[in-house]
């Protein structure tokens, strides 16, 4: 890892390096919080969290080789050296933000309320046709997960694609501090994390956070159909540039026809030509990432057809609209997590599904005093979506299912209080032939209902 020797890291993070002098010049391959690996040449990141202490591995991983650790505690006759910090939550932040600049790559930060996942998959695998990208995995987008992604980068790394969570005001500021994107791309500013944001106005002002470190002469790439978005119309002194299915936007899409489970096809416009192309997953909302990935192409010199390749070479990942083929039936795992808005855009591409189309839906987290509302919400578009069954679980999917079936009678609707309840009786609710999207924030653990359809 470039640069990293305990010594420029202990100055990175402001601690106190306590060891052998002659360790001091070592550089540290590896950075981790999990003490199963942390093996030889690693920096083991003591985390304090709710229910283990990472101080108590300390021990357990010089024993397994370890170069060093970072604790908040003093000491006495550890075996490896160690550097001393107030928080070594904070340390790791200041760490990545020194080995980032280190590295001296192109950053592209991806934030927004809905999709940016799937935003983050399509801009690597645009940028992957001529570049050596490292990306974000798995829900790492956070203030340590951010971090441990910086540090999985490596010198042959041409380029970090970054995705970037809040759910306060100040995270995205801290984040960006880390990251300092030379791309900002914001996917949308829908009803999330309601509870500390209030309304869609403080969720605007907290994702916007992300401009506070852009690198100056950086460009935002924003979703121009977005009414908040939309409002943004510099930054830093530069014109966004903007994307969407308006033909105002500089990079716009038309021509847009659904083509069941294997994908939606459509035009894309941009001022070096147009082209079409098939997004291998489906869903109206696939269309924004596209457009998304085009624009950030295009920034780092892509020609239209390395992009229409990238965008084509697109695989999706497992909780976010996966498919899968199990006892005669198609199951769409679009589990990770849930808003108003995915749950929307799911139930539209769910209509496109051939055989008995079956959602099953849980509660949706984080949405403050008008949750109730937001579950009729989705409910009364579920009983307009053209599905033929509708099954909830959860206490606030209560509000989804009566909102359904007050919207339309004719539509089955099925309600269980709980997860399990639900999987007890799913057999008798499911038969082949039918498309099966199952949906609910992560809280709900509506993988297990994944798993349960698959046996």
Not at 44 to 73: T, Y
Not at 120 to 137: C, D, R, S
Not at 394 to 401: K, N
């Amino acid at each position: 890892m470039k640069n990293l020797t305990l010594e420029h890291i202990a100055r990175a993070c402001g601690g106190t390096y306590i060891g052998a002098e002659d360790k001091k010049e070592a550089c540290v391959d590896n950075i981790s919080t999990d003490s199963r690996q942390a093996g030889k040449g690693t920096l083991f990141v003591a985390i304090k969290g709710a229910r283990v202490d990472g101080h108590n591995f300390i021990p357990q991983v010089a024993e397994q080789g370890a170069l060093a650790a970072l604790s908040e505690r003093e000491l006495p006759d550890c075996p490896i050296p160690y550097i001393r910090v107030e928080s070594t939550l904070q340390a790791v932040k200041d760490i990545a933000e020194y080995y980032l600049e280190q590295l001296k790559i192109p950053v592209v930060g991806i934030t927004g309320s809905v999709g940016k996942t799937s935003t983050k998959e399509m801009i690597a695998a645009v940028l992957a046709q001529k570049y050596n990208v490292l990306k974000t995995l798995g829900n790492f987008n956070n203030e340590l997960g951010l971090p441990l992604t910086v540090f999985r980068l490596r010198e042959e790394h041409e380029i970090a694609v970054l995705e970037m969570g809040i759910n306060h005001f100040g995270e995205m500021h801290r984040l960006a501090k880390i990251a300092k994107p030379d791309t900002c791309v914001i996917t949308n500013i829908g009803y999330c994390h309601l509870e500390n944001l209030i309304d869609r106005d403080g969720v605007l002002r907290a994702k916007t956070e992300i401009f506070d470190h852009m690198k100056t002469g950086g460009t935002a790439i924003l979703n121009g159909d977005d009414d908040k978005l939309a409002t943004v119309k510099e930054v830093h002194g530069r014109k966004a540039v903007y994307f969407g299915l308006n033909p105002e936007n500089e990079i716009y899409a038309d021509e847009i026809e659904p083509r069941g489970l294997k994908g939606i096809s459509c035009r894309i416009h941009t001022a070096e030509g147009s082209f079409s192309v098939l997004v291998p997953i489906p869903g109206r909302h696939m269309v924004y990432n596209a457009l998304a990935g085009t624009a950030v192409g295009l920034q780092y010199g892509l020609t239209l057809e390395q992009i229409q390749k990238g965008i084509e070479s697109l695989q999706s990942l497992s909780g976010r609209f996966h498919i899968i083929e199990a006892n005669g039936m198609t199951i769409v795992d679009d589990c990770y997590n849930a808003n108003p808005m995915s749950m929307k855009a799911s139930l539209d591409v769910l209509k496109d599904a051939l055989g008995r189309k079956v959602a099953i839906l849980g509660d949706m987290g984080e949405l403050g005093e008008n949750e109730a509302a937001l579950h009729a919400e989705v409910g009364k578009h579920a009983a307009h979506s053209g599905i033929d069954c509708l099954i909830c679980a959860g206490t606030l999917s209560e509000h989804m299912a009566q909102a359904a079936k007050e919207a339309n009678p004719e539509l089955r609707v099925i309600r269980y209080a709980q997860r399990e309840e639900l999987v007890e009786h799913l057999k008798e609710l499911v038969k082949p032939g039918d498309t099966v999207l199952v949906k609910a924030s992560h809280a709900m653990q509506f993988e297990k209902i994944v798993e349960a359809l698959q046996k």
